[in-house]
């Protein structure tokens, strides 16, 4: 299945938007310039069992496995993108989400791990607090944290009060990315 997903990113690329992102500073080894809509859509197709290169259901299980090798071919930007779109919520363990929230390369892949699987997850909230309150963690690490806080903000998911908390920890980060997110959710508790 993994291959058939590769073939599907190959038959979509797009070259032009890869070297604008290139040119932009992205740095993956591998990027076919999907959309992240085109990249939801590959994503629904195998869920569904409707992949023209492979159509076929995956259990629960076989699913979870497919989204952890793609997570762990992080040589590829889509490949990393789609992981959190396919990996069955209920067999994520809270070990296993706050691992793949600490080994986002990029904040792209960070976004789009919030967004698509990680602010569903019920240890969300500890996720994010660990991680913001742990001195040793990076700036992409930072970042990641700080974008699950915000889905979970947004989601009603942890109290204003707590948010502003862990955001005001590390507002005055050096770090443009981090420093920038930690005001948006600090503005937000504010409205």
């Not at 159509?55 to 699913?63: N, R």
């Not at 992080?74 to 779109?85: G, V």
């Not at 706050?98 to 909230?125: F, I, M, N, Y």
Request: aromatic share 4%; hydrophobic share 45%.
């Amino acid at each position: 299945m993994m291959q058939a997903v590769k073939r599907r990113f190959f038959a979509m690329r797009n070259g032009a938007l890869a070297e604008q992102m290139k040119s932009a500073g992205a740095a993956y080894k591998i990027n076919f310039g999907l959309l992240q809509a085109q990249i939801t859509d590959i994503a629904d197709q195998v869920r569904g069992g409707t992949l023209d290169e492979r159509p076929e259901m995956l259990e629960p299980p076989a699913m979870a496995e497919l989204a952890r090798s793609l997570r762990d071919n992080a040589t590829t930007r889509e490949s990393m993108l789609i992981a959190p779109m396919l990996f069955p919520l209920e067999l994520l363990g809270e070990g296993e989400a706050r691992q793949w929230l600490l080994s986002c390369p990029t904040p792209e892949v960070a976004d789009t791990l919030c967004l698509k699987l990680l602010r569903r997850h019920p240890g969300a909230e500890a996720i994010a607090s660990e991680i913001l309150r742990e001195p040793q963690s990076s700036d992409i690490q930072k970042y990641s944290a700080l974008r699950l806080l915000l889905n979970l903000l947004i989601l009603r998911s942890v109290s204003p009060e707590k948010a502003k908390e862990l955001a005001a920890g590390v507002a005055g980060s050096e770090s443009a990315m981090v420093s920038k997110l930690a005001a948006q959710i600090l503005e937000r508790c504010e409205a």
